[in-house]
């Protein structure tokens, strides 16, 4: 997923710009104006989205690649 596709989604997933404008207590044309997610607004976005969009995915070039996930590898205990 790309930067841009993040933020769509993380908008998507708050209600559209307009909540997210209310949210930020900024004007609507300001979040028209991101082509990605500001650098302020990462965490809260984050948070906004309940994780469902992680910082990582909304800027890799400030937060690096979102980490592997922990294998869930069961292991069997010797009898």
Do not use: C
């Amino acid at each position: 997923m790309t930067p841009q596709e993040a933020l769509s989604k993380a908008i998507e997933l708050a209600g559209g710009k307009k909540p997210v404008a209310e949210y930020f207590k900024i004007k609507l044309p300001a979040v028209y104006q991101w082509e990605v997610a500001p650098p302020n607004r990462v965490l809260d976005l984050e948070a906004l989205t309940r994780r469902k969009v992680s910082r990582h995915d909304l800027r890799p070039d400030i937060f690096g690649p979102k980490p592997a996930e922990p294998s869930r590898k069961r292991t069997r205990k010797a009898a």
